[in-house]
């Protein structure tokens, strides 16, 4: 960056206007920051938090219409509904205003 462009890019912004989580405005004096979130505060997740989550259930089991169990990262697998199969709605179900009531 030449000098030119420093005075462009230094004169945009004295601070930042923060919202939900992050707090401070990104000056020196009130940088920006993130609290650890609480049972009432929203926040970043400790580590000690996360391993108590994480080591909550080894296993989740279902019933139809969602089949199988999960264990750790497996992606649970479920069925599309249709005339004779309970499961998920699809965007894709081809209804149009005649089907609607």
């Known amino acids: 960056m030449d000098s030119e462009d420093w005075k462009r890019f230094d004169s945009k912004l004295d601070k930042l206007v923060t919202s939900d989580i992050i707090?401070?405005?990104g000056t020196s004096s009130n940088p920006l920051r993130v609290n650890k979130s609480t049972s009432t505060t929203d926040?970043?997740?400790?580590?000690?938090?996360w391993n108590i989550f994480n080591s909550k259930l080894?296993?989740?089991?279902s019933n139809a219409p969602i089949n199988g169990t999960v264990?750790?990262?497996s992606i649970r697998q479920s069925s599309k509904a249709s005339s004779t199969t309970d499961g998920y709605l699809s965007a894709s179900?081809?209804?149009d205003?005649?089907?609607l009531a």
Not at 43 to 49: C, V
Not at 58 to 61: E, I, K, N, R, W
């Open 71 to 73: 264990l750790h990262e």
């Open 43 to 49: 926040g970043y997740l400790s580590f000690t938090d």
């Open 97 to 99: 205003s005649t089907h």
């Open 93 to 95: 179900v081809g209804l």
């Open 58 to 61: 080894s296993t989740v089991s």
């Open 23 to 25: 707090l401070g405005d």
